[in-house]
């Protein structure tokens, strides 16, 4: 009697040829003549990968591990297709990483390691399909460059790191000299129309006053010419217009600034005295006609 656990298939032997394959139960066999000749685990299984060294696509070196996760899904094939499917499992993956490493760079092993792994396990399935074991995944666990690789590694990342910080400083400093330059421009621009404006206003403004003073002129010039019209308007004109000349004539006697030297002073004397016998005789007028 033979009891077969859930978690294994047992191969059977009659006369040394395979005669069955017992799943899990309780079976019976013939003494001396079946024999229980494999022992298969069933259940997924995890290879861990000796650490190996290779050489990525750019001609580095380094130390490389992983996982393999596999499953039998035949358990006849797993027995007599190959005699240790675990062994051929693990050289297998490590064959096949050394091809695919060296297929890219080291920079694409860290940024493409889920396409690695796809196809690592692609190729590991196709071969190990005879043998009746499944590969369900693989995952690379540690890269390890050499130590002259990782101090130039360093040196190349702390060079990328400074280009990237002299690329972010000179981008600052050129838009700090575009605001600078588009403050400069609107201030101009606003002092401009500033400018412009005072000008319009200042202009407005002596347009307006000399409207103002052209009306002011008109209404003087209107009321003078209704004045005149008035009885004595005609000699109260020619009175205020006396009285102007000789205020004239007095600013300029008093002015230290212009001497007069007429031809004949006595001439002056007496159209002066004319003047304002004429203004009086005026006034007298302009009083008795009012």
């Known amino acids: 009697m033979i009891i077969v656990s859930e978690r294994e298939n047992i191969i059977v032997e009659r006369l040394g040829k395979y005669q069955r394959t017992l799943v899990p139960g309780i079976y019976f066999l013939i003494p001396f003549i079946d024999f229980a000749a494999y022992r298969q685990e069933m259940r997924e299984q ?141 201030s101009a621009i606003n002092i401009s129309e500033g400018e412009k404006q005072k000008r319009i206003n200042e202009a407005n403004g002596r347009a307006e006053g000399i409207k103002l003073i052209a009306d002011s002129t008109a209404q003087s010039l209107k009321l003078v010419g209704e004045a005149i019209e008035l009885p004595g308007g005609n000699e109260a004109l020619k009175m205020r217009i006396i009285d102007q000349y000789i205020d004239q004539l007095d600013e300029v006697f008093e002015s230290g600034d212009v001497s007069l030297f007429p031809a004949n002073l006595a001439s002056l004397k007496g159209i002066v005295e004319e003047l304002k016998g004429n203004k009086s005789t005026l006034k007298g007028s302009i009083h008795v006609d009012r």
């Open 46 to 186: 995890v290879i861990d990968i000796p650490s190996q060294s290779v050489i990525t696509k750019d001609n580095i070196q380094v130390e490389i591990d992983g996982l393999l996760y596999i499953k039998v899904m035949d358990s006849k094939k797993a027995s007599y297709g190959i005699g240790n499917y675990l062994a051929a499992s693990i050289n297998l993956a490590q064959t096949t990483m050394r091809s695919e490493i060296g297929k890219i760079t080291l920079g694409s092993i860290f940024s493409e390691r889920d396409e690695v792994n796809s196809k690592i396990i692609s190729e590991i399935d196709k071969a190990s399909d005879p043998w009746g074991v499944k590969v369900l995944r693989y995952e690379i666990k540690d890269i390890a460059p050499s130590l002259h690789v990782v101090e130039t590694l360093e040196k190349q990342m702390e060079a990328e790191r400074e280009k990237r910080a002299e690329i972010t400083r000179a981008t600052a400093e050129k838009e700090k000299l575009i605001n600078v330059s588009e403050g400069k421009r609107q």
